[in-house]
Nanobody
Framework: VQLVESGGGLVQAGGSLRLSCVAS????????MGWYRRAPGTQREMVAVITSGGATNYADSVKGRFDISRDSAKNTVYLQMNNLEPEDTAVYFC??????????????WGQGTQVTVSS
């Protein structure tokens, strides 16, 4: 599974960005997809995840501001980020759990896209 992210960039505080991630390659199925981020000097943290059934989970810091969605037919996950804060500045990574018949699920990660929020 190859994951390609897009949509990062520089935005002022209070602005919005929309991240997209497309999964491609040869695979049986994709389960949970999501977004994680790593700010300078910190560990990677979960931002938002969405299951194949549409259930979502968000980090407390982004609830009410970020919205995750997916188009399973296109193997694509989106992250709409509103009311961005300087604390949201980080590299954002796409995640996709690959479901494999008779074998454990495999975690797949994108290369990351930079999001910078200026004050």
């Amino acid at each position: 599974v190859q994951l390609v992210e897009s949509g990062g960039g520089l935005v002022q505080a209070g602005g919005s960005l929309r991240l997209s991630c497309v999964a491609s390659g040869t695979f049986f199925s994709i389960g949970t997809m999501g977004w994680y981020r790593r700010a300078p000097g910190t560990q990677r943290e979960m931002v938002a995840v969405i299951t194949s059934g549409g259930a979502t989970n968000y980090a407390d810091s982004v609830k009410g501001r970020f919205d995750i969605s997916r188009d399973s037919a296109k193997n694509t996950v989106y992250l709409q980020m509103n009311n961005l804060e300087p604390e949201d500045t980080a590299v954002y990574f796409c995640y996709a759990g690959e479901i494999r018949l008779g074998r454990p699920q495999r975690d797949n990660w994108g290369q990351g896209t930079q999001v910078t929020v200026s004050s």
